[in-house]
């Protein structure tokens, strides 16, 4: 399978026979690259020269082997702008491949996703060259698996003043992802011999399913109007995982009394507490509630991501950890993936020294302060919707009045129109006969697309029957 370089500045492969008459065997090799799909239409072939000198043929050989494929269809030649791969018929566009992520929804309202158009790109930009300008070169080699050592000292500053978090830098283990986060504790639980946690209900669906691969029951922990319900936890659970700041999906806070009788059962039992801040930094009427870790530093493993304040692609998270469970998470961490991508951490970590990051998530909290108030004025134009929760996060809980419509029909009729949000029903330990809701989210659209994105919703709303 010979390698050859062209003027193009492309990278081919071909399969050419070395039984073959020599130009029988590259028109073959062509043939076969370009009815496979590895050379798709449109592909600018190397010149003649090129190619003739790269398989150490002479050029009247493979002027005659691309002579011969144009006649035949599959090359297109023109004047000027060279030999190329001809659309030959029947064939699908290249760009459309099974198993791809399908489009955006035109009205995007999902919860828990931020504008990714209000990405600070300039800032971003600026710390990428701080970083790279006169950079060591050992920031190109491979990573330390508990994470660049620069964004842990920054995120120990960043969480301790803004979200009361007690931690060093040697505490914390930098992940891919809250997801991974997720997956690293479960799998330290369980090698240390959990066989039970305790799991919000309703909660993350998708958190639930990370703990159960990893062989542990998720018992339901009950959720009211001022968060979980810590009285039901048992000594069967040998920890409890919860969004203290801003429950999801209710949208409340575990009140201060709960707090306190958490961080006794954990102190007498020996169980961990796995705290997601989840949207901790997005509160709207008031200061942000400070992280629970704070209160019981010791039994508490504090997990944080940029998903919601900067972006999803970004795939950095982190953990804050006891230092008694440390090793054994950068052990899991090696084994899970090695390490998290270097540079995008250095990034990050010169936006938080710099405060950039700071002023983004100000900015952020005060566009969607005015989108949360836009969706609660809209939501009572209807009546029989009740907006639950406090003013923070990225999305309102929306509970159905008795008489109709139900859940999955709202949902039904958004999907053939284009409006993309969440039910309440799928994020309960057990969906049947689970009370009904909607999720609708308000921090994905651009400033552009959220009026029309409403406008699409309560259109909807409004002409449900009742």
């Known amino acids: 399978m010979p390698l050859f370089w062209s003027s193009s500045g492309r990278d081919l492969h071909l399969d050419v026979d070395p039984t073959s008459a020599r130009r029988a065997g590259l028109e073959s090799a062509l043939r076969a690259a370009i009815g496979e799909g590895r050379l798709p239409a449109g592909t600018l072939l190397p010149s003649t020269r090129a190619l003739a000198q790269e398989l150490g043929l002479s050029r009247g050989t493979v002027t005659a082997a691309y002579n011969q494929l144009v006649e035949e269809g599959f090359l297109a030649t023109r004047p000027g702008s060279g030999t190329r791969v001809a659309a030959l018929p029947g064939r699908a566009p290249v760009s459309v491949r099974p198993g791809s992520p399908p489009p955006p929804p035109p009205h995007d309202l999902r919860p828990g996703l931020p504008d990714v158009s209000a990405f600070p790109v300039r800032a971003w930009l600026a710390s990428t060259r701080r970083v790279l300008t006169g950079a060591r070169p050992e920031i190109f080699g491979a990573g330390d698996p508990q994470g660049r050592m620069e964004l842990r000292h920054a995120l120990a500053g960043y969480l301790a003043r803004a979200r009361g978090v007690t931690a060093t830098a040697d505490q914390i283990v930098i992940t891919s992802g809250s997801y991974q986060s997720m997956s690293l504790i479960a799998g330290v639980l369980a090698a240390r011999g959990a066989t039970a946690v305790a799991m919000e209900d309703p909660g993350h669906n998708g958190f639930r399913q990370v703990v159960q691969r990893a062989g542990i029951t998720a018992l339901p922990l ?89 972006a999803p692609a970004l795939r950095l998270a982190w953990m804050v950890l006891p230092p008694h469970l440390v090793e054994e998470a950068v052990r899991a961490k090696h084994e899970a993936d090695q390490y998290t991508e270097t540079l995008h951490q250095l990034v990050l970590a010169d936006l938080l020294t710099t405060y950039a990051y700071d002023r983004h998530v100000r900015a952020a909290r005060a566009r969607y302060r005015r989108r949360h108030r836009l969706l609660l004025d809209r939501i009572a134009t209807v009546p029989g919707l009740t907006a639950r929760g406090v003013p923070a996060g990225l999305q309102i809980l929306v509970t159905l009045p008795d008489t109709g419509p139900a859940e999955h029909e709202i949902l039904d009729r958004c999907a053939r129109h284009g409006v993309a949000i969440r039910g309440l029903t799928e994020l309960h330990h057990d969906p049947a006969d689970s009370p009904q809701g909607l999720l609708i989210g308000f921090a994905a659209p651009s400033d552009r697309a959220y009026p029309a994105a409403l406008h699409a919703l309560f259109a909807i709303l409004k002409s449900a029957p009742a």
């Open 222 to 310: 009950p959720v009211d109007s001022h968060g979980a319900r810590v009285e039901f936890l048992t000594h069967d659970a040998g920890a409890a995982f919860l969004t203290p700041a801003h429950h999801y999906p209710t949208g409340v806070p575990l009140h201060p009394s709960r707090r306190q009788a958490l961080c006794g059962w954990a102190r007498s039992t020996g169980g961990m507490i796995v705290e997601d801040d989840y949207d901790g930094e997005f509160r709207y009427d008031r200061q942000p509630v400070g992280a629970l870790q704070g209160l019981a530093p010791d039994h508490v493993v504090y997990c944080g991501t940029a998903s919601k304040t900067l």
